[in-house]
């Protein structure tokens, strides 16, 4: 294959505006599982070096808060937003960690600083509501014009079927 699943896999799991939740994880895993690996490492727009600590931020309750999902990011207060969900009060919110190695990681992007992967075990940190809603509002004030450019790159790639019919 030329890699065209892959690069497809990956416009699509970050193209969601409205996140996975609605999927079973075991059929994203499945769908990751099925790409050729070196392909979504190659096709990554951020090298990382491994292992890595990952964040990920979870709120609300039951099935939807999904504390085992495959987006994690590199930055603490990425993942305090998402808690916090840009200042919307959600029950509960919650910053867990991890540790990845290469072999949990599917591929990484440098928006949001996502590492996209399944880590074998994560925890819940230690942090106050007031110190996750600090840092996620930190991350808003520092990052909204970075933000806004690379969603404004990110409209103007080409889509990846193009690309490939382009090759053909």
Request: aromatic share 10%.
């Amino acid at each position: 294959m030329n890699g065209m699943y892959e690069a497809a896999l990956i416009d699509g799991y970050v193209g969601m505006k409205h996140g996975t939740r609605h999927y079973p994880m075991l059929h994203l895993l499945r769908l990751f599982r099925l790409a050729d690996r070196v392909k979504l490492m190659q096709l990554s727009d951020r090298a990382q070096t491994f292992p890595i600590t990952v964040y990920r931020g979870v709120a609300g309750r039951g099935r939807s808060r999904r504390i085992r999902g495959l987006s994690w990011t590199s930055n603490l207060n990425i993942a305090c937003w998402f808690a916090r969900r840009a200042g919307i009060k959600l029950d509960d919110p919650a910053v867990y960690e991890a540790t990845m190695t290469l072999e949990n990681v599917f591929c990484s992007c440098k928006y949001e600083c996502e590492i996209i992967g399944y880590p074998s075990k994560c925890r819940r940190m230690s942090m106050t509501l007031k110190e996750l809603t600090t840092k996620a509002e930190m991350w808003d004030r520092e990052n909204e014009e970075s933000r806004l450019r690379l969603i404004e790159e990110y409209k103007t790639q080409q889509p990846v079927t193009e690309v490939f019919n382009a090759v053909d």
